[in-house]
């Protein structure tokens, strides 16, 4: 069965500061991991996803993920986090031709 | 990217009504589409699964019954509360997939459905 963790509720972070959002996954075979990003009352925008080559993925408004398969992670980083990136984050994770497993969901705070 | 609206934004419904929830592809042809639940603070719930010109798939615990799932075309899916209740009351999303064999889903902003 698929699975994946979100350890932290919620991360805290200065604007200006680095980012780090931890995501581990549990799949059969290669995975296909994504991270989406949820405002309020809103549905989720797509972010990055990893599929096949480079572990360090770019997506959009300068964030990026890097695929760690030894420790089976993705965690999403960004160097320099804006008020404006507050929000619910969440990683997902599926084998080729199964259902989405999503995590938990990850709100950050970035402070002023 | 890619763009998928939802229509309505919210809704509010009296208890017993039935409530129809669309989901369209506005930029590509969705073969594969999805309906999700969000309760208030928690992670997406998938509800079930259709492709276009068949019947849905649902998820196990999810009545069929009442979650009435129509994917007529490759750019409309539709999704009815049937008689709905408070218990009802949820944020739904739709998602959707571009073709066969592509694994991104792209997501509606999501209809909040309230039942009074």
């Known amino acids: 069965a698929q699975s994946v963790a979100q350890p932290e509720d919620q991360v805290n972070v200065a604007e200006g500061n680095p980012l780090t959002v931890k995501c581990t996954y549990s799949?059969?075979?290669?995975?296909?991991l994504f991270w989406y990003v949820q405002y309020p009352n809103r549905g989720l925008q797509f972010l990055l996803k990893?599929?096949?080559?480079?572990?360090l993925v770019k997506g959009s408004y300068g964030f990026e993920a890097e695929f760690n398969k030894s420790q089976t992670s993705f965690h999403l980083k960004k160097p320099s986090a804006l008020v404006s990136d507050s929000a619910l984050y969440f990683c997902?994770?599926?084998?080729?031709?199964?259902?989405?497993?999503f995590g938990g969901g990850t709100r950050v705070l970035v402070k002023p | 990217g890619a763009v998928v609206s939802q229509h309505p934004s919210w809704v509010i419904c009296k208890s017993g009504t039935s409530v129809k929830i669309e989901c369209r592809s506005l930029?590509?042809?969705?073969?594969?589409m999805f309906w999700y639940r969000q309760f208030p603070k928690q992670s997406l719930m998938l509800m079930a699964t259709?492709?276009?010109?068949?019947?849905?798939?649902?998820e196990q615990g999810v009545e069929k019954d009442k979650f009435l799932i129509n994917h007529a075309s490759l750019t409309l899916s539709t999704l009815t509360v049937t008689s709905a209740h408070p218990e009802d009351s949820s944020f739904y999303i739709c998602?959707?997939?571009?073709?066969?064999?592509?694994?991104?889903?792209?997501f509606g902003p999501g209809t909040r459905l309230l039942v009074l």
């Open positions: 990893y599929i096949t080559g480079d572990n």
């Open positions: 799949v059969s075979g290669n995975p296909y």
């Open positions: 930029d590509f042809q969705a073969t594969t």
């Open positions: 997902a994770a599926k084998a080729a031709g199964n259902k989405l497993t």
């Open positions: 259709s492709n276009e010109g068949s019947k849905a798939t649902y």
């Open positions: 998602s959707e997939k571009k073709a066969s064999g592509q694994e991104t889903q792209y």
